[in-house]
C-alpha cells in the first residue's frame, strides 16, 4: 500500500459510513491482555505507531503509542473477557475468531503478528503461523483470522 492509500485512511477513518447491512460497532474498553503494562517499560521503539485495520469495509483505528501491544479476538461476556479490538461485531463468532486470536505488537520499526493459539489459526498470505511464533507484516498485509479478512496498514 502506498503513502497516498494511508493518507486517505488518515483522512476517513472516523467518517466511514455505514448503511443497513454493516454492524454497529459497540463501544469497548481498550485494556491490555497478554501484554505487559506499557507504563514500565522505557523502550522507546514501541510508541508512535499507528496501525489501521480494514474490516468488512470499516476501518478500525489502533494508536501504540502508549501500549506495547494489542490483542484482537472477540469478546465473552460470560467469561469476562475484551480484547484490546473486539472483531465480534464483524461477526467474529460465525467466522470462528478465537477470543484470543492475535497479538500485534512492534519492534523497532516493524510491526509483528503472533498466534496466541487461535483453534481455527490465522492465516497471511495463504500461510497458517506457527502459534506463539513472531511474524513480520508490511503495511498492507492482509491476514485471515479464521475465515475473517483483516487488512493492515501501518506507518
Not at 18 to 44: G, N
Not at 71 to 96: C, I, K
Not at 101 to 107: E, G, K, N, S
Request: net charge positive; aromatic share 6%; proline share 5%.
Amino acid at each position: 500500500m502506498n503513502n497516498s492509500a494511508i493518507a486517505v485512511a488518515k483522512k476517513t477513518f472516523n467518517t466511514v459510513p455505514l448503511d443497513a447491512t454493516d454492524t454497529v460497532v459497540l463501544h469497548r474498553q481498550r485494556t491490555l491482555r497478554r501484554c505487559e503494562d506499557a507504563s514500565r517499560t522505557t523502550d522507546p521503539s514501541i510508541c508512535g505507531m499507528t496501525i489501521w485495520v480494514f474490516i468488512r469495509g470499516l476501518v478500525e483505528t489502533i494508536d501504540l503509542s502508549n501500549k506495547p501491544c494489542v490483542v484482537l479476538g472477540r469478546s465473552d461476556m460470560y467469561a469476562g473477557f475484551q480484547p484490546d479490538l473486539d472483531l465480534t461485531p464483524y461477526g467474529g463468532r460465525t467466522r470462528g475468531v478465537s477470543r484470543a486470536h492475535v497479538r500485534l505488537h512492534r519492534q523497532g520499526e516493524h510491526l509483528y503478528a503472533t498466534d496466541l493459539s487461535s483453534d481455527n489459526g490465522t492465516f497471511i498470505g495463504g500461510r497458517r503461523l506457527v502459534p506463539d511464533v513472531p511474524y513480520m507484516l508490511r503495511s498492507g498485509d492482509e491476514m485471515k483470522l479464521g475465515s475473517l479478512n483483516v487488512r493492515v496498514l501501518f506507518g
